[in-house]
């Protein structure tokens, strides 16, 4: 089951990047919980729930920036997982680029993303999912 979670993520993750959201929406549970960390690093805090709320944030999200994500590196940890990356995101209006890491801990329930947290800190994200982080020498 937990290889399945990751192609649907990969799928999800593929989707969004090409501008379908109904796409996405295919991978992810209609009772989805999303935290984003963006729109709560502005608002305070943030939860889009259901697929209406995922529409919503990608509405929002995508008035301002274009954004395109890969996630090369995924732990897999059985029913959830963790996707770590660095975001490149283009202002809409300024054209400003800027380029952060973007990390999410994502659960799931009949292998559709049900809850689904933002994390601008790869070593937060890897805690959130009580997975020690990895030191170098």
């Not at 009772?31 to 729109?39: A, G």
């Not at 995508?62 to 660095?86: M, S």
């Amino acid at each position: 089951m937990s290889q399945e979670n990751v192609e649907a993520f990969k799928r999800a993750i593929e989707a969004f990047n090409l501008g379908d959201v109904e796409a996405a929406l295919e991978d992810i549970h209609p009772e989805v919980e999303w935290h984003p960390v963006l729109q709560a690093s502005v608002a305070g805090s943030a939860v889009y729930r259901g697929h209406d709320g995922v529409r919503e944030m990608w509405r929002d999200t995508h008035q301002a920036f274009d954004i395109h994500a890969g996630y090369p590196e995924i732990r897999d940890l059985g029913d959830c997982l963790v996707a770590l990356d660095h975001v490149r995101a283009i202002g809409r209006g300024s054209g400003a680029v800027t380029e952060s890491p973007l990390c999410y801990v994502v659960e799931f329930r009949d292998a559709k993303g049900v809850r689904i947290r933002g994390y601008l800190d790869p070593a937060e994200a890897l805690e959130a999912a009580e997975i020690p982080e990895e030191r170098g020498p």
